[in-house]
T-cell receptor
């Protein structure tokens, strides 16, 4: 079974600065997807970024980018130019590409933005 | 363009009562899931379905049952609610090579 570990329960960053959230995972599969989801106080789960394991290039979405290290099974999220609206719980998730597509989540990192 | 809709959004139950949570998706997705979210534990998979008429157990299935009689609907049932089932419940759906879409969550309190 796959596992996802987020070792930082809470993080804080000054507005306009850069912060990196860590995620490691364990799997024996070679083909899979990795995600970062944002959950603001509204409770809605919002997809931030997606990485396909077979792609070596790190995914980027505007101010959000990842550092995907497949051999090390590491998948960190970098948020540049942090904004007040980035304050939320962030979840790292793993999705198998072999039949049931289910997501396995980490325990989350609560990000606080300091004005 | 509703996406994934969960009903109800909030519910308070007494211990021993039963209830059904409804998840409906309008994207013709094959795969549907029920998760529960508890503080410090992330989202944990309760049950899932890979197509109409199929269901399978996830990580924490005890005390729950599910049914997928129609492709667009995935029902989660609690036969005899317990305080340990106090949680926020999320439904999600997806298709191969597509991101997962989540409902808005149901906050359930069992007293």
């Amino acid at each position: 079974a796959q596992t996802v570990t987020q070792s930082q329960p809470e993080m804080s960053v000054q507005e306009a600065e850069t912060v990196t959230l860590s995620c490691t995972y364990d799997t024996s599969e070679s083909d899979y997807y990795l995600f970062w989801y944002k959950q603001p106080p509204s409770r809605q789960m919002i997809l931030v970024i997606r990485q396909e394991a077979y792609k070596q290039q790190n995914a980027t979405e505007n101010r959000f980018s990842v550092n995907f290290q497949k051999a090390a099974k590491s998948f960190s999220l970098k948020i540049s130019d942090s904004q007040l609206g980035d304050a939320a719980m962030y979840f790292c998730a793993y999705q198998s590409n072999f039949g049931n597509e289910k997501l396995t989540f980490g325990t989350g990192t609560r990000l606080t933005i300091i004005p | 363009n509703a996406g994934v809709t969960q009903t109800p959004k909030f519910r308070v139950l007494k211990t021993g009562q039963s209830m059904t949570l409804l998840c409906a998706q309008d994207m013709n997705h094959e795969y549907m899931y029920w998760y529960r979210q508890d503080p410090g534990m992330g989202l944990r998979l309760i049950h899932y379905s890979v197509g109409e008429g199929t269901t399978a157990k996830g990580e924490v299935p005890d005390g729950y049952n599910v049914s997928r009689l129609k492709k667009q609907n995935f029902l989660l049932g609690l036969e005899s609610a317990a305080p340990s089932q106090t949680s926020v419940y999320f439904c999600a759906s997806t298709e191969w090579d597509t991101e997962a879409f989540f409902g808005q969550g149901t906050r359930l309190t069992v007293v």
